[in-house]
């Protein structure tokens, strides 16, 4: 069992994915990430060739920018990297991130069409153990117990923001609640004065017609 959970702990959960933007076009991605949580994203960007009506496999002259903001709306990264390349960072609050990448813009091939291939590795399954094993020497099993623990590590994160993110909207029920309840409360007042209003004015109305 224990050889049985270590394989399906080292399968990948990351998707890869590629979308189609233009040159001077801006794509978003939103990752909801625990506090502390290291997050790596590879990417690869294609120009279009008209001659071949498909992209090319390299663009070395097309670079990429790569922002990120924090739930606060912080930027916590902006950088120009190469065609391929890698980018990390490190969350430091829970919540909402914001990745957008664009293409720098050039009088070259502006307006081509770009495919961007992108994978978004969060928490565990951003750290390069090959390279851990290597710079630490560890063995085999070593290794396994460092996954194994970093995984519990990554658990223990997802739980204290799922207690973040409950928290937080028990508070929004209950501001949404009270704003009701001061509302309805509201609305009861104004009609009862609406209602002693034109009760007094239609007794003054008939008092001057001497009906009463």
Same mark, same amino acid.
């Given at each position: 069992?224990? @050889?049985? %959970?270590? +394989?399906?702990?080292?399968?990948?959960?990351?998707?890869?994915?590629?979308?189609?933007?233009?040159?001077?076009?801006?794509?978003?991605? !939103? /990752?909801?990430?625990?506090?502390?949580?290291?997050? *790596?994203?590879? %990417?690869?960007?294609?120009? %279009?060739? &008209?001659?071949? $009506?498909? +992209?090319?496999?390299?663009? &070395?002259?097309?670079?990429?920018?790569?922002?990120?903001?924090? &739930?606060?709306?912080?930027?916590?990264?902006?950088?120009?990297?190469?065609?391929?390349?890698? +980018?990390? +960072?490190?969350?430091? $609050? &829970?919540? /909402? =991130?914001?990745?957008?990448?664009?293409? $720098?813009? *050039?009088?070259?091939?502006?307006? *081509?069409?770009?495919?961007? =291939?992108?994978? !978004?590795?969060?928490? /565990? =399954?951003?750290?390069?153990?090959? $390279?851990?094993?290597?710079?630490?020497?560890?063995?085999?099993?070593?290794?396994?117990?460092?996954?194994?623990?970093?995984?519990?590590?990554?658990?223990?994160?997802?739980?204290?923001?799922?207690?973040?993110?409950?928290?937080?909207?028990?508070?929004?029920?209950?501001?949404?609640?009270?704003?009701?309840?001061?509302?309805?409360?509201?609305?009861?007042?104004?009609?009862?004065?609406?209602?002693?209003?034109?009760?007094? =004015?239609? @007794?003054?109305?008939?008092?001057?017609?001497?009906?009463?």
């Amino acid at each position: 069992m224990l @050889k049985y %959970y270590i +394989f399906l702990s080292l399968l990948p959960i990351a998707f890869p994915l590629y979308f189609h933007i233009g040159e001077t076009e801006r794509k978003c991605f !939103i /990752e909801e990430i625990p506090d502390e949580t290291m997050v *790596t994203g590879n %990417y690869k960007v294609q120009l %279009y060739d &008209p001659r071949t $009506n498909g +992209f090319a496999p390299s663009s &070395p002259e097309i670079g990429m920018h790569v922002e990120i903001r924090d &739930p606060d709306d912080k930027i916590i990264l902006s950088k120009v990297y190469s065609s391929e390349g890698k +980018f990390t +960072f490190t969350s430091h $609050n &829970p919540g /909402e =991130h914001v990745i957008c990448l664009y293409s $720098n813009s *050039t009088k070259w091939f502006s307006g *081509t069409q770009l495919r961007v =291939h992108l994978d !978004i590795q969060v928490g /565990e =399954h951003a750290i390069d153990y090959a $390279n851990v094993a290597q710079k630490e020497k560890l063995t085999e099993l070593q290794l396994r117990v460092r996954q194994l623990l970093d995984q519990v590590e990554q658990i223990t994160k997802e739980q204290n923001y799922q207690r973040y993110r409950e928290e937080r909207f028990r508070q929004t029920s209950e501001s949404t609640n009270q704003r009701v309840l001061w509302w309805a409360l509201a609305q009861t007042v104004i009609l009862l004065v609406m209602g002693a209003w034109q009760m007094r =004015h239609l @007794k003054s109305f008939f008092e001057a017609k001497k009906l009463v």
